[in-house]
């Protein structure tokens, strides 16, 4: 079976083509972030028009890429929360019309369940069941995973996602956006024993997370006085402390449900530090660490395009509706389950 995935829930276009023999055949990805910059932010609007302008030429591309036509295409699987909602009814509803129009069936996807199982596009894959990981602009979670659609939050954040408090950071130290990479640059320079901050909510039991506060001590450390003027140093003890913190709660997570594989998902897995760091706790704990590719650990087409086949080859498709929602409880994703 041959799928084309549709990603838009945010500030990229993905398109991709998926074969259940052949694997991911092409791909391609548009970043709105130079259309964001200026502005220190996604802007909604902005972004759905943007991704109106993007999905026709992308198709076009990755049918050429794969050498076929949308003949040979035998679903579409487009992504429908949760995100930006007038961005997800642009994909929406281009996805829904493409496979009404070529009279294939189409699936609406959970992009969190996407990002989950995107390390299944790598050669050598994690089984079922896995703790992961999911780090991203919007979400931070643990979540136990048994197989497609079967998903237990085992921790989530109870405020900033941890690309959200990298982003925010960043412009509190006067960098661009995104502020997550360019921190990530920035603390490289930084003296690492310079600061020691808090490493949120780790002095107590559970895996739920916590960023807000490590952002407050970010901010009063860069105005003290006698602190000023070193946002390299700063940026090195912010980070170290995020990262700490998802070890911590990633340790607690493999050692409470006995199991042995960790799968990192989302934009803050192409972290360096965070693949180093993990790396080594899971060699302490004989456990394996699985990460997609860096190109899809943000938003890509890639994983829609695999998760939209095995759900269309599990019999499932989509009315002739158009629907989207920027909230969507992973605790309703049907499971494949057999």
């Not at 220190?40 to 076929?68: M, W």
Request: net charge negative; aromatic share 6%; charged share 20%.
């Amino acid at each position: 079976m041959r799928v084309i995935g549709i990603e838009t829930s945010c500030d990229e276009t993905g398109v991709a083509i998926y074969d259940s023999e052949h694997g991911l055949i092409a791909h391609r990805l548009h970043s709105q972030q130079h259309l964001h910059a200026k502005y220190g932010g996604v802007v909604p609007e902005l972004a759905s028009r943007d991704h109106i302008r993007r999905l026709s030429p992308l198709v076009k591309e990755v049918l050429n890429e794969a050498g076929i036509s949308m003949a040979g295409i035998d679903g579409v699987a487009y992504t429908a929360g949760p995100g930006l909602i007038g961005a997800l009814l642009v994909g929406a509803s281009f996805g829904r019309s493409l496979a009404m129009a070529c009279s294939i069936p189409a699936i609406a996807l959970h992009h969190m369940e996407a990002h989950l199982l995107a390390a299944m596009l790598e050669d050598i894959t994690p089984r079922f069941p896995f703790i992961a990981l999911l780090v991203s602009g919007g979400h931070t979670m643990l979540v136990l995973v048994e197989h497609v659609g079967s998903y237990t939050i085992l921790g989530e954040t109870l405020d900033d996602a941890v690309g959200e408090a990298f982003d925010k950071t960043a412009k509190l130290l006067g960098l661009g956006y995104p502020g997550g990479p360019l921190l990530a640059k920035l603390a490289e320079n930084g003296d690492p024993q310079r600061f020691e901050f808090p490493r949120p909510m780790t002095d107590r039991p559970g895996l739920d997370f916590s960023f807000s506060g490590l952002k407050t001590f970010t901010m009063n450390t860069l105005y003290s006085s006698d602190n000023g003027g070193i946002p390299a140093d700063i940026a090195c003890a912010f980070q170290k402390a995020v990262v700490d913190t998802l070890v911590i709660k990633c340790r607690r997570a493999l050692r409470h449900t006995g199991l042995n594989q960790l799968v990192v998902a989302g934009g803050v897995g192409a972290n360096s530090l965070l693949r180093e760091s993990l790396g080594y706790m899971t060699d302490q704990e004989q456990a394996d660490v699985f990460y997609p590719r860096t190109e899809f650990c943000t938003d890509n087409g890639a994983m829609i395009a695999y998760a939209g086949c095995l759900r269309l080859q599990a019999g499932q498709h989509e009315p002739l509706i158009i629907s989207a929602r920027a909230r969507w409880s992973m605790d309703t994703i049907p499971s494949l389950a057999k």
